[in-house]
Nanobody, 125 residues
Framework: QVQLVESGGGLVQAGGSLTLSCAASSRTFNSNFMGWFRQGLGKEREFVATTTWSGGRIYTADSVKGRFTISRDNAKNTIYLQMNSLKPEDTALYYC??????????????????WGQGTQVTVSS
């Protein structure tokens, strides 16, 4: 069973930056999409960004577009989320997720079948 391991969360002031990383444990892991979701306290899980490994298709939520950038390193089986101009409303538990389904809905968490444990991002005002 492949595992996803996130790192890079922490406490940052508004306007600051953080970079999250997510590494897949298996080199044979072949997901269609791998990306990020987040869930704030008392809020529903929210799509943030996702990317394909081979085709370079990238989707980013409107709420973070222009501030967050998702990228990947195929050799390391790792994706990254560069977060700039952070706002207090970005405070959430950020989850890395991947899907091996053939026709996933990229923004729907229910389409993702492998999840990391989450990493906390807290943005102070």
């Amino acid at each position: 069973q492949v595992q996803l391991v996130e790192s890079g969360g922490g406490l940052v002031q508004a306007g600051g930056s953080l970079t999250l990383s997510c590494a897949a444990s298996s080199r044979t892991f072949n997901s269609n999409f791998m990306g990020w979701f987040r869930q704030g306290l008392g809020k529903e899980r929210e799509f943030v960004a996702t990317t394909t490994w081979s085709g370079g298709r990238i989707y980013t939520a409107d709420s973070v577009k222009g501030r967050f950038t998702i990228s990947r390193d195929n050799a390391k089986n790792t994706i990254y989320l560069q977060m700039n101009s952070l706002k207090p409303e970005d405070t959430a538990l950020y989850y890395c997720a991947a899907t091996t389904y053939s026709n996933p809905t990229y923004y729907d968490g229910a389409s993702y079948n492998v999840w990391g444990q989450g990493t906390q991002v807290t943005v102070s005002s």
